[in-house]
Nanobody, 122 residues
Framework: QVQLVESGGGLVQAGGSLRLSCTAS????????MAWFRQRPGKEREFVAG???????KYADSVKGRWTISRGTDLAALTLQLNGLKPEDTAVYYC????????????????WGQGTQVTVSS
């Protein structure tokens, strides 16, 4: 059974930083597309950042230049470094993986984590 488990969320002041990690079990995601999504209060889930099997990254305009997605080391399959956090970044953040290499906002993801809460205070 494939599982993705997010960690690293929490409460932070505006301007602060967090690092989210996604640990995978049940299969490797080497060479496969992975991404981070978020769901803000009262909003639909939205794409935040993705990394393809070849290492190409994509970002939502709202986070470009502030955040960095990367493949994890050791047990973490995926990480997201969140710098310059804003109150509007408050959301539940989800890790997603798929069987194919591409990782864009319109890609279909096969596996999802349960999410980790990020709250940014003003």
């Amino acid at each position: 059974q494939v599982q993705l488990v997010e960690s690293g969320g929490g409460l932070v002041q505006a301007g602060g930083s967090l690092r989210l990690s996604c640990t995978a079990s049940g299969r490797t995601f080497i060479g496969a597309g992975m991404a981070w999504f978020r769901q803000r209060p009262g909003k639909e889930r939205e794409f935040v950042a993705g990394i393809s099997g070849g290492g190409t990254t994509k970002y939502a305009d709202s986070v470009k230049g502030r955040w960095t997605i990367s493949r994890g080391t050791d047990l973490a399959a995926l990480t997201l470094q969140l710098n310059g956090l804003k109150p509007e970044d408050t959301a539940v953040y989800y890790c997603a993986g798929r069987l194919l290499p591409a990782a864009g906002p319109d890609s279909r993801y096969d596996y999802w984590g349960q999410g980790t809460q990020v709250t940014v205070s003003s």
